[in-house]
């Protein structure tokens, strides 16, 4: 049973539009939640985190928004650029049981310059 | 920066043979991670660390196990292995999480082919 699920296997966006990832998790204890892009041949990079006190964290292009009773976050990238293409994970963790991270499957972004 | 250094980034086995992958991280980080990475299914945690000579079981150990003998260092072992654990491995480490929210850094990865 998979406690967090990201639904679109892929997204294909033109440059300099907005991309929007999204992702549900089923376990209420889930209280800190992160986003890392992977490129082929390479380790997952941490992008951006949110604990569960607040609705939304920006930085820079990046924006995670976060919807505790909808139990569903998501990932805005304005503007979208072609680096920007890769395989996008969201993750959550549940303080209690330490630093374990449950991932999600995974979105591949494509940005069509 | 985090430096987190898998031994080797591509390697091929023979069902049977017993496998060690091997982590390294210069942040003296409390924790460490093993993940495998397969399409769809995002990544899965194998087994992780605490500690010296702790180990916790993750979502999917069965077929391996671990070892940590220095904080630096954190080794996954197949102990026999089979087709079904061709896979792409990933290690990480991060602060205990008494101390704040920590993210996770990841090395490279290891893609292992068992034929």
């Known amino acids: 049973d998979q406690q967090v699920k990201q639904n679109s296997p892929s997204l294909s966006v033109q440059e300099g539009r907005i991309s929007i990832l999204n992702c549900d998790y089923t376990?209420?204890?889930?209280?800190?939640f992160l986003w890392y892009k992977k490129y082929p041949a390479e380790g997952p990079t941490f992008l951006i985190s949110?604990?569960?006190?607040?609705d939304k964290n920006e930085d820079g292009r990046f924006t995670v928004f976060l919807n505790k009773s909808a139990k569903h976050l998501s990932l805005h990238i304005v503007p979208s650029q072609p680096g920007d293409s890769a395989v996008y994970f969201c993750?959550?963790?549940?303080?209690?049981?330490?630093?374990?991270?449950?991932f999600g499957g995974g979105t591949r972004v494509l940005v069509k310059p | 920066d985090v430096k987190v250094t898998q031994s080797s980034r591509y390697l091929v086995k023979r069902t049977g043979e017993k496998v060690f992958l091997e982590c390294v991280q210069d942040?003296?980080?409390?924790?460490m991670f093993w993940y495998r990475q397969d399409p769809g299914l995002g990544l899965r945690l194998i087994y992780f660390?605490?500690?010296?000579?702790?180990?916790e079981k993750g979502d999917i150990p069965e077929g391996y196990s671990v070892s940590r003998e220095k904080k630096e260092r954190f080794s996954l072992i197949l102990e026999s292995a089979s087709t079904n654990q061709t896979s792409m491995y990933l290690c990480?480490?991060?602060?205990?999480?008494?101390?704040?929210?920590?993210?996770?850094?990841f090395g490279d990865g290891t893609r292992l082919s068992i034929l």
């Open positions: 990480a480490s991060s602060l205990i999480h008494l101390r704040g929210n920590q993210p996770q850094h």
């Open positions: 376990n209420s204890m889930f209280d800190y």
């Open positions: 949110i604990s569960s006190i607040k």
């Open positions: 993750a959550a963790r549940a303080t209690a049981a330490g630093n374990k991270l449950t």
């Open positions: 942040m003296d980080h409390e924790n």
């Open positions: 660390s605490y500690d010296v000579k702790m180990k």
